[in-house]
């Protein structure tokens, strides 16, 4: 994409920033996605009605301060990790089966390393301002985080969902970033420059591809992140995983997809959008 092995601060930047102007686009939806994937009992409708009843427009940001922090360094971070692995996997003559290969490959990694150093700790602390909201409690940063901490086991809470949440990421960047690079390729062909509207347009369409198929491990990471149950264990990820079949059965693994979809094909739009924009003003295209 964007990195010659050189200049990689200037990677970082972009990204961040694309992910900060992602994040404010498309939050709401993430607000009611979880509210939606964790009581069986609520609806779409009926979740944006009562938050704006009860709290106005402002109610669908909560939580969204524990992520502002992490938006940065979660964006940067992803963009930066993929050009490097990318990179390094770079070979000198490659065919068009093994680029895609390394686009996946680069991908695989950057949303494991992403989850591992920013995003996981993010994503619950999100989830627990959300939960906290919902109990009519303080749910700024601070308080979600002293909640975790003290009602979760300490750090390890921040935790909570690590395989779920490794595996879905490892999957939603691989394949966004390998249908990104194949759709942009093939709409800029013949092209000097990336016009806004097909890089909007790739971003898109990767988006909306890896939320279809990684959606299963949103639900379970999202339950997993959400057990606040005083005085019992977190279920672990094949107990969870057991416990919604038990009680929804499969179609439920699937429940928020219309959801996610609906705010990842804009996010994603505006993320690679605004990341390209950037690399292009730092001369990295």
Not at 105 to 115: D, F, K, P, R
Not at 233 to 252: A, D, G
């Amino acid at each position: 994409m964007n990195y010659n092995g050189s200049a990689l601060y200037k990677n970082s930047i972009a990204g961040g920033t694309a992910g900060l102007m992602s994040l404010i686009t498309v939050y709401p939806s993430e607000y009611v996605k979880v509210r939606f994937q964790t009581n069986v009992n609520h609806n779409i409708t009926g979740i944006i009605k009562n938050t704006y009843t009860q709290n106005g427009l402002r109610g669908f940001y909560t939580g969204m301060s524990s992520l502002v922090g992490a938006a940065i360094p979660r964006a940067a971070l992803k963009y930066t990790s993929f050009e490097i692995y990318r990179y390094k996997f770079k070979t000198e003559a490659e065919s068009p089966v093994q680029k895609r290969l390394r686009d996946f490959g680069a991908g695989s990694l950057s949303g494991l390393t992403t989850t591992a150093l920013c995003s996981l700790p993010s994503d619950n602390t999100k989830v627990a301002g959300i939960y906290l909201s919902s109990q009519n409690k303080p749910a700024g940063l601070w308080n979600s985080c002293k909640w975790i901490y003290t009602q979760n086991n300490g750090i390890p809470g921040f935790y909570r969902g690590f395989i779920p949440t490794s595996i879905k990421e490892s999957i939603a960047y691989g394949f966004r970033f390998l249908i990104y690079n194949y759709v942009i390729d093939t709409l800029s062909q013949g092209r000097d420059k990336k016009s806004t509207l097909h890089t909007f347009v790739a971003g898109g369409v990767s988006g909306a591809g890896a939320a279809l198929i990684n959606n299963p491990l949103d639900v379970i990471a999202t339950n997993m992140q959400s057990n606040y149950k005083k005085d019992t264990k977190p279920p672990s990820f094949i107990n969870c995983t057991k416990q919604i079949y038990k009680q929804h059965k499969l179609k439920y693994f699937y429940r928020g997809t219309l959801i996610r979809t609906l705010r990842t094909v804009p996010g994603m739009g505006v993320n690679f959008l605004v990341y390209e924009k950037i690399c292009s003003l730092l001369n990295l295209n």
